[in-house]
């Protein structure tokens, strides 16, 4: 029989934690400002607490610009995709200040995030700055929290989900 060290059994724990909070994250499914991947919206919604009017066939979107409050934060923009009414895409577009904030409101709603890792992110002219990004996995999509860097004081929300995206077609051939 093999014995186990204190060190060990705590790693393994903590192994054992972080597989079943992943596991547990990839069943449960997203949801955003009352809005889900399942639930078709009706032709004239809310979102943000703005009207919006929603294709029932075919894409459509609702964007929001103003503020919208999500835990203490503030997103400056929001824009909201549907595919036959049923979400398929959120983007919330805010101010860096807001970072903190933002990920500990998603933290208390979803949990801690799958994992966090740092991208780089250049522009134009050639400046590169750290892309701190935070992914918290669902079963029918992966939601993105993204801060620029301070120098470009940009910080943003993505969801995208894996259900009712529209059928790819061939684009046309006609030149």
């Known amino acids: 029989?093999?014995?186990?060290?204190?060190?060990?059994?705590?790693?393994?724990?903590?192994?054992?934690?972080?597989?079943?909070?992943?596991?547990?994250?990839?069943?449960?499914?997203?949801?955003?400002?009352?809005?889900?991947?399942?639930?078709?919206?009706?032709?004239?919604?809310?979102?943000?607490?703005?009207?919006?009017?929603?294709?029932?066939?075919?894409?459509?979107?609702?964007?929001?610009?103003?503020?919208?409050?999500?835990?203490?934060?503030?997103?400056?923009?929001?824009?909201?995709?549907?595919?036959?009414?049923?979400?398929?895409?959120?983007?919330?577009?805010?101010?860096s200040a807001y970072h903190s904030s933002l990920s500990e409101a998603l933290e208390a709603k979803y949990g801690a995030p799958s994992k966090t890792e740092t991208r780089k992110w250049q522009n134009r002219a050639g400046a590169a700055f750290d892309n701190v990004v935070q992914v918290w996995l669902f079963s029918d999509g992966a939601l993105e929290l993204r801060s620029m860097g301070d120098t470009t004081r940009e910080c943003e929300l993505v969801f995208v989900s894996n259900q009712n995206l529209p059928d790819r077609q061939a684009p046309p051939i006609n030149f």
């Open 1 to 95: 029989m093999v014995r186990l060290g204190v060190g060990m059994k705590a790693l393994l724990l903590i192994a054992a934690l972080i597989t079943s909070n992943t596991a547990y994250a990839q069943t449960r499914s997203f949801d955003f400002l009352g809005f889900n991947t399942s639930t078709p919206v009706a032709a004239e919604t809310r979102v943000a607490g703005r009207k919006c009017k929603v294709a029932q066939v075919g894409l459509g979107e609702c964007w929001i610009v103003g503020s919208v409050p999500v835990g203490t934060a503030r997103l400056i923009s929001l824009k909201v995709r549907f595919n036959n009414a049923r979400m398929i895409y959120v983007k919330g577009s805010t101010i």
